[in-house]
Each structure stands twice: as C-alpha cells, then as structure tokens.
C-alpha cells in the first residue's frame, strides 16, 4: 500500500523506527555538538522503547511500505501535572520523516489520543527535540504549549570575578544541611507562585549530604547563607537525552533575593562543575520550567536547550463529570478476553441472526456483568463510538462496525452491523449465523435479497465503548 496509513508497532518495524529517531537526534547533535554521541544514546533507547511499545499502544505510519513515523508513550501517570492522569511521549517515543510530517503526526496523535482520552488520560505532555521547529509550529497548532527546557552546558561561567565577602563551598557541615533546608523550602514557595504555579516540584533532599553521587555546593555572604547549587550523577531528568551515567544533573539552585545579581548563581555553577568533572562528569545537565523567568535568564546565558516539553490539556468536561465509570486499563483487557470466550460458545448458532448489536453487548454485558450504554442499532451504536480507524486494523476487543441498509422488523433503514475483534483481524459476529472472519472479508458476505452490500465502517476501542458503562448489582448486593 503506498498511501499514508497506520498499523500497531510491531517487533519487526523497531530497526526503521530506530533509524528515523538517529536521524533527527543527529540533526540535534549538529545543531549541540555537546549531546551524547547517538551510538552511545541508540543503545540506551532501544531497550527502553520496546518495552514501552511492548506494554502500551503504539503505533507506525506506513507509505510506500516502508516505516515513515511511529509514537507511543507512558499512559496512566496518576494526577499528572494537574488534577487529571495523563500521558507523557519521551522524544525518543516519537519520530516521523517526508515532506509531510505534520500529516504523519496528525494521523499518529489522533489515533493514539483517542485511545488515551478514552481511558481517561487528559493532559498529554511531549518532549520533542529543541531544533525541531517544524515540529514545535505543529504542536503549538495542536494546543500544546511547552512547559519544560532540558539543556546542556555548552559555556562555563567565564573566571567569575572576585566577589567580596563571598564564600563558595562544597556543603558538608550540619549548619550547612540547615541552611540548604530551609532555602528548599524558599525555592518551593517561589516556584509555586505566579507565573510559574509549579506545585509539589520536590527536590531530593540529600539523606546525607556526602552522598556518592550528589553534590551540594553552598554560597555564604558576609557569613550569612546566600544560595546552594545541588546536583547528582546519572540522575532522571525530564530528557532521557540529557541523562546517562556521565551525566552531571542539576536538581535545585537558589540565591536569595537580596543576594541576587551579583554572579553567585555562576559562583555556584563554576564549583559544581568544577566537582562533577573531577569526578568523571563529561556533560552538565539542568531541566528547568519556562514560565521560570529568572532561570531562563540565568541558565540560557550557560546551556543551550536541547529538548522542549510541551503540554496540553484536554477539556474533560463531556466525560468526566463524575457519572461516567472508567475501568482501570488491566480490566479493559480482561473484559475483552471474557467476552470472546463468551461469544465462542455460539460458533454456528442461528439465535442472534439480525440481532448483531444484542450479541456484542450480551458478549461483554454478561460475560462482565456490566451494563453499556450505546445505541438502539448497530448503526446508532457506531455513530456514538465515533468509529473511526478504517487505515489500521481492529485491535483485540474493539467492536468493527459496518453500514447494511436492509428490511429489520418491517422497517428499511441503515441498521449497520457490528462485531468484536479477536486477535490479527479476526472478527466474531451474528449474520446467518455467528461466525468469525477476517474484518476485511465481511464486506463480501452474502446479504439477505434487496438489502445493500456490507460496506466497512471502522472500529472503537473497547475503552470507549466501555465508557460510561455501570455495573450490574449482583443478586447478593
Ligand atoms: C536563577 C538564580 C539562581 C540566579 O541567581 P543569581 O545569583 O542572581 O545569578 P547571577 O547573579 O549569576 O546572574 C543573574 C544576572 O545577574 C547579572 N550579574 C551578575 N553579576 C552582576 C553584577 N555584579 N552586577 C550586576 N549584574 C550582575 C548576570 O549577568 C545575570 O544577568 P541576566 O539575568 O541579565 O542574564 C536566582 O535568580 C534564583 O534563585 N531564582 C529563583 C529560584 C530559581 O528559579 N531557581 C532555578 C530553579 S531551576
């Protein structure tokens, strides 16, 4: 197939997928020579993005037979950067190449967004290299707006001029543990105020501050506790990029206000970098928030970027008003598994002929003990779900929908028909019979006389199918 379409990333579509994120994380390296070089970065993100694309959904944009995009990302993040779960796409979760990426993404982000916001996902974070404005115009146009700077030191603090009755020291006494404590909280309270409203950003309070792979390092003015700087080898940033064992990761600065503008924030950078190489560091790292106006200024003048990440909120509103039930993701799946062994034990019954709807919903209502609501008719039904996906084929436990005008009790209408997807395509449904078949071939099925063709409609994923969905009260309850 030649045009633009979507499949699920499979294992066999991983070396294509690899060599479209080196292309892109090597036009970043150009652009910030001081990145890791990408043999060294491949094989951390190898093992790292198949057992994402193992575990969630994922998917590969396919032209001309070959691998042009692929994205997948970490979903289910408990109130994540707000009040709502979410998810977050790594950059090394994302890449696409042509001259029409921004279609490529479309196509991706759609597929995948429906999937998220059906399982209650609203706030959709992606890290996308810092050079990549192609990318940045796309999802600025997508409602996303950026949130994080990764950035790598690519000019130390110049001989920081002699600053009097200033003391820059690595922190290793009690009173310097006090004072780093208390100036914690400051930068808490500060971060939590506008513009920035960052709650609950929680530096890790060294539990000692000798630590192998932390460093604090403490400015004194005049004796009286003016800044810290505290940093950590191979620490997690928000860019696995910027990470890696030789990695020196800056985790919290702070000066004073009055203590500021006098260059003891570069002070403190000079030492700890001075100390993060002696012990091995070949790069520095910091990660801070862009609405942080006094850090952009401080760390821009040192770092350069070199991955944004960008956030958007989904308006929950239509789904989330506290009547609508959301079943955790491991159940959607058991659902999914009862139901086909449910609909497995009528292979060859005549009982639901013309009442395919009433089978799908008998398969997960009773097989669950649940209660759906979707609509009067199998037509109706695909209407709700908005199914959709005709490029990509129907995952395990989504209902495959197709339009049939035809004669149901004296009535001539577009009734539509429906049936559940098993594994690679397979579809379990009630026509003359229940039987299964490839979702491709249903169209071709025989039709009752004077009745239109079968004609494919698409799919819904059984999380949105199962939106909304009650529990049927047991007869103990
Ligand atoms: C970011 C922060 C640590 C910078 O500390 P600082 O000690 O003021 O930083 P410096 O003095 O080294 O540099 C700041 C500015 O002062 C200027 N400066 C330095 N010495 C100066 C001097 N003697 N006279 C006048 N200006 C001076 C620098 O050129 C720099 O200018 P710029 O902002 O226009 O680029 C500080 O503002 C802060 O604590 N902010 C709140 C907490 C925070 O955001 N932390 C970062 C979390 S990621």
Redesign the pocket.
């Known amino acids: 197939m030649n045009y633009l379409h979507l499949v699920p990333f499979r294992s066999e579509h991983m070396v294509l997928a690899l060599q479209l994120f080196a292309a892109k994380y090597e036009s970043e390296k150009n652009m910030v020579p001081a990145l890791p070089p990408a043999s060294e970065m491949m094989e951390v993100m190898r093992p790292r993005l198949a057992a994402l694309v193992e575990k969630f959904p994922a998917c590969v944009a396919i032209k001309n037979n070959t691998v042009c995009g692929y994205m997948t990302g970490i979903p289910d993040l408990k109130r994540f950067k707000g009040t709502d779960n979410g998810v977050f796409i790594p950059e090394w979760a994302h890449a696409a190449a042509g001259s029409d990426r921004s279609a490529i993404y479309s196509l991706m982000y759609e597929h995948l967004a429906r999937q998220w916001v059906a399982a209650g996902n609203y706030t959709h974070a992606v890290s996308v290299f810092a050079h990549d404005t192609e990318l940045h115009n796309y999802l600025f146009r997508h409602a996303f707006g950026m949130e994080v700077i990764d950035a790598i030191l690519c000019s130390k603090p110049s001989a920081v001029p002699k600053i009097p009755g200033l003391e820059v020291i690595r922190a290793q006494r009690p009173k310097d543990l006090a004072a780093l404590i208390q100036m914690q909280y400051e930068?808490q309270q500060?971060?939590a105020l506008a513009p920035i409203f960052r709650l609950g950003l929680q530096e890790p309070v060294p539990q000692s501050l000798w630590e192998n792979n932390t460093h604090v390092v403490m400015a004194y003015y005049d004796g009286c506790p003016a800044?810290y700087m505290m940093a950590q080898m191979n620490a997690e940033g928000v860019a696995a990029i910027v990470a890696g064992t030789l990695t020196l990761s800056i985790t919290?600065?702070?000066?004073r206000p009055q203590?500021?503008?006098?260059?003891?924030?570069?002070a403190l950078l000079g030492k700890i970098t001075e100390l993060g190489e002696k012990q091995g560091a070949t790069r520095v790292g910091?990660d801070?928030e862009s609405t942080?106006n006094?850090?952009d200024?401080?760390?821009l003048?040192y770092f350069t970027p070199v991955c944004f990440s960008c956030i958007r909120h989904v308006d929950n509103r239509g789904t989330d008003n506290g009547a609508l039930v959301m079943l955790p993701p491991d159940e959607i799946g058991q659902c999914a598994r009862r139901a086909g062994q449910w609909a497995l034990q009528w292979l060859g019954s005549t009982e639901y002929c013309g009442k395919c709807l009433a089978f799908v919903e008998d398969a997960l209502e009773t097989a669950n003990q649940l209660e759906l609501f979707g609509g009067d008719s199998a037509a109706e039904s695909a209407d709700i779900y908005e199914a959709g996906n005709v490029n990509v084929m129907p995952p395990p436990g989504s209902l495959v929908f197709y339009d049939w005008e035809g004669e149901l009790n004296g009535e001539i209408r577009n009734w539509g028909h429906v049936g559940l997807a098993f594994d690679k395509g397979k579809v379990i449904h009630a026509w003359d019979k229940v039987r299964i078949d490839d979702y491709t071939v249903i169209s071709s099925l025989a039709v009752p006389p004077g009745s239109s063709p079968l004609r494919y409609r698409g799919w819904a994923p059984l999380q949105r199918v199962l939106l909304g969905c009650q529990r049927q009260q047991s007869s103990k309850d």
Request: charged share 15%; glycine share 16%; hydrophobic share 55%.
């Open positions: 930068l500060h971060l800044g919290g600065a702070y000066v203590f500021r503008k006098k260059g003891i924030a570069a910091v801070f942080n006094l850090a200024g401080f760390w003048k």
